[in-house]
Antibody, heavy 119, light 104 residues
Framework: EVQLLESGGGLVQPGGSLRLSCAASGFTFRSEAMSWVRQVPGKGLESVAF????????EYADSVRGRFTISRDNSKNTLYLQMNSLTAEDTAVYYC????????????WGQGTLVTVSS | DIQMTQSPASLSASVGDRVTITCRASQSIVIDVNWYQHKPGKAPKLLIY???NLQSGVPSRFSGSGSGTEFTLTINSLQPEDFAIYYC????????FGQGTKVE
């Protein structure tokens, strides 16, 4: 059974940093693309960062490019999202999502971790 | 980035109704569109991939169609558990989602 377990969310001040982790199990992590998708309260889903299973060029939403960095450690079956220069607009539930092969078709999702940016 | 425009933003339906949601892409994405169901406090769930393929375990009352720039999700005989928000998403380039359709 595929399991994705996010951690690292919490309260952070504007301008601060946070690193999210997603521990994956139940599938061959190194063979699947992965993504971070967020939902701002009352708004829709937004894919903020996407990374193929080969350590190629990550893809970012315009709203986070230059501030967020997605990475993966295939030896630890873990996906990361380093978030810097956070603003109130980054307050959201962040989901870890598994792609299918190289595709950004997300067939499994974690339960999400809440990030709140507030002073 | 490719923009995905969903309509309607919300709709009111009853159990047993047929529901249709439309998604339009800002450029051709062939058949690279997926549909998800999202309920409050839960993880999104993949329903349809590559425009018309039913994800394993998803009831057959859900179906998808379309190609190019116009896509449709249909729910035949709406069930109580289907009241949720539905999103389209393109996987042709950097992934983007539609704004969502609330079925209430």
């Amino acid at each position: 059974e595929v399991q994705l377990l996010e951690s690292g969310g919490g309260l952070v001040q504007p301008g601060g940093s946070l690193r999210l982790s997603c521990a994956a199990s139940g599938f061959t992590f190194r063979s699947e693309a992965m993504s971070w998708v967020r939902q701002v309260p009352g708004k829709g889903l937004e894919s903020v960062a996407f990374l193929g299973f080969i350590a190629g060029r990550p893809e970012y939403a315009d709203s986070v490019r230059g501030r967020f960095t997605i990475s993966r450690d295939n030896s630890k079956n873990t996906l990361y999202l380093q978030m810097n220069s956070l603003t109130a607009e980054d307050t959201a539930v962040y989901y870890c999502a598994k792609g299918t092969g190289a595709s950004s078709t997300f067939d499994s999702w974690g339960q999400g971790t809440l990030v709140t940016v507030s002073s | 980035d490719i923009q995905m425009t969903q309509s309607p933003a919300s709709l009111s339906a009853s159990v047993g109704d047929r529901v249709t949601i439309t998604c339009r892409a800002s450029q051709s994405i062939v058949i690279d569109v997926n549909w998800y169901q999202h309920k409050p406090g839960k993880a999104p769930k993949l329903l349809i991939y590559a425009a018309s393929n039913l994800q394993s375990g998803v009831p057959s009352r859900f179906s998808g169609s379309g190609s190019g720039t116009e896509f449709t999700l249909t729910i035949n005989s709406l069930q109580p558990e289907d009241f949720a928000i539905y999103y389209c998403q393109q996987s042709h380039t950097t992934p983007t989602f539609g704004q969502g359709t609330k079925v209430e």
